[in-house]
């Protein structure tokens, strides 16, 4: 069911475990968003990270977006597939000087400053070089103080400095894989996506992304980050936080998605799945979300 405007979304789950309410909010957003404008909606399995693959999640996962009445356009991408393209990308970057080898290790990094992006900042250990004969290393993308700064549909003006926020980043880790950042970055190019719609858990992510994608020379799509729903301790709701997997009656479900993410009910209650995705591309209005990073899931309040 291809669109006819130039607005090309997707969805990206990783193979973990079997999709759940909070992998449904997002599926719901980004399917709506892309439908609303006219647009196509690609979905790509994000299995880089292949120790976390759970065998049979991939394919689990499509069957539930089918069973809950998603229609994707064209092949379902899977990173595992897409090596070449990462590597291309990689070996351009070290190739201009843009990352250099580290050999620090976990332990090594742990008393590092927290950034305002709440992770470890990198301090620069390695940028000018490293212990010879050290063996495993990652590799990590230079970058400076300059703010980076994009406007989120929903959540507003974004700015970060990098280099004082998360330091040089992983591109590719130190058994071998490539890192999200640059997957992402990679893949969202190549696929031609100009429009990017998910939590707001990967906001801080975002300016990473778009540094990589000016020293690739890649175009920068639109940024949307939804609220995601978290469990009754506040923490988000996801496979690591026990959430449940999707029941197999899809409606209920799809309504709850709907109410979480503040948008207008039908006059009369949906009789079909049909029904509901026909109601729901007409009625989509991505800003009648709240433009906050997260809101109480199942369990947290008695109503979404």
């Not at 499509?62 to 356009?73: K, M």
């Not at 991408?77 to 090596?83: G, M």
């Amino acid at each position: 069911m291809s669109g006819t405007s130039t607005y090309r979304g997707r969805f990206a789950p990783s193979p973990t475990g079997p999709l759940h309410l909070g992998s449904l909010i997002a599926a719901v957003a980004s399917w709506c968003d892309a439908r609303a404008h006219g647009g196509t909606w690609r979905v790509r399995i994000e299995d880089v990270d292949t120790p976390r693959s759970l065998p049979g999640a991939s394919d689990a996962i499509i069957a539930t977006l089918d069973a809950y009445g998603f229609e994707w356009d064209g092949e379902v991408a899977r990173q595992s597939k897409r090596q070449a393209l990462y590597h291309a990308a990689f070996d351009d970057l070290v190739a201009r000087g843009l990352a250099f080898r580290c050999t620090c290790t976990r332990k090594q990094l742990e008393d590092a400053p927290l950034g305002a992006a709440g992770e470890r900042v990198y301090p620069g250990t390695c940028r000018d070089g490293n212990a010879a004969g050290a063996a495993a290393a990652a590799w990590r993308l230079r970058v400076n103080d300059e703010p980076t700064r994009f406007l989120d549909r929903l959540q507003g003006p974004q700015q970060q400095r990098l280099q004082r926020d998360v330091g040089d980043f992983v591109i590719r880790r130190s058994d071998g894989l490539f890192a999200y950042q640059l997957a992402v970055v990679v893949d969202d190019a190549e696929q031609a996506i100009t429009h990017v719609v998910r939590g707001a858990d990967l906001l801080t992510s975002t300016p990473r992304q778009i540094w990589l994608q000016r020293q690739l020379g890649l175009t920068i799509p639109a940024y949307l980050h939804h609220p995601v729903a978290t469990a009754a301790r506040g923490e988000k709701l996801s496979k690591q936080t026990g959430a449940a997997p999707l029941p197999a009656n899809p409606l209920p479900a799809l309504e709850q998605a709907w109410r979480f993410l503040a948008q207008s009910p039908p006059p009369s209650p949906a009789e079909s799945v049909v029904e509901f995705w026909q109601w729901a591309h007409r009625a989509w209005n991505a800003h009648a979300m709240p433009a906050v990073a997260a809101l109480p899931g199942p369990g947290s309040r008695d109503e979404l």
